[in-house]
């Protein structure tokens, strides 16, 4: 079980690296490779309009691959899961997410991200995109929960503008 400080370091991490990394559906943190972009766009033909997949290819070669569920779970060394199974083993759930506290999982329908404290989430959205940093209130989530199975949260506290 990995403390929630080591959850939020994981995250730190992987925005450190966000030139490495892209968002790929389905990624696993492979590096993507021309044979796996091959199979991707097997597997999913329909994901990328055919306009962009020349652009998104070049920004995903050679880089290591996530979705938002698999960057969560790597995170918080958890097993593979989809997004809505993340949310659903996570006790306690709540909408009042400035009831979240630090390390907590943030969802909204088909994505979810990490509160990395002081109002701030780490996530990565789509397609030609990399692991980013935003303030929470403009991600549009829906819920906050605590994913205890994988993470302590003992000692986690929930976001007070006041504090210093």
Same mark, same amino acid.
């Given at each position: 079980m990995l403390?929630?400080y ?15 990394i892209?968002?790929l559906? @389905?990624g696993? #943190? !492979? $590096? ?7 199979k991707?766009?097997?597997?999913y033909p329909n994901?990328i309009?055919e306009?962009e997949?020349?652009?998104i290819?070049?920004?995903t ?5 996530y ?6 779970i790597?995170c918080?060394?958890?097993?593979d899961?989809t997004s ?11 909408e009042d997410?400035?009831a @979240?506290?630090? #390390? !907590? $999982?943030?969802w909204?329908?088909g994505?979810?991200g ?8 780490i996530?990565?959205?789509c ?5 980013r ?6 991600g ?6 605590q994913?205890w199975?994988?993470v ?13």
């Amino acid at each position: 079980m990995l403390s929630f400080y080591k959850v939020i370091q994981n995250a730190l991490d992987m925005l450190s690296m966000r030139d490495q990394i892209a968002y790929l559906y @389905g990624g696993d #943190g !492979s $590096i993507c490779t021309e044979a796996y972009w091959r199979k991707w766009i097997a597997k999913y033909p329909n994901r990328i309009p055919e306009a962009e997949q020349e652009k998104i290819h070049d920004f995903t070669i050679g880089k290591r691959v996530y979705d938002c569920s698999q960057l969560v779970i790597t995170c918080c060394g958890a097993p593979d899961m989809t997004s809505k199974r993340i949310i659903d083993m996570c006790n306690p759930v709540t909408e009042d997410l400035a009831a @979240g506290v630090e #390390g !907590s $999982i943030l969802w909204k329908p088909g994505h979810v991200g990490i509160d990395i404290g002081y109002g701030y989430a780490i996530d990565i959205p789509c397609e030609g995109q990399t692991v980013r940093i935003r303030p929470i209130s403009s991600g549009g989530w829906k819920k906050s929960g605590q994913l205890w199975t994988y993470v302590n949260y003992m000692n986690a506290r929930a976001f007070d503008p006041n504090r210093r």
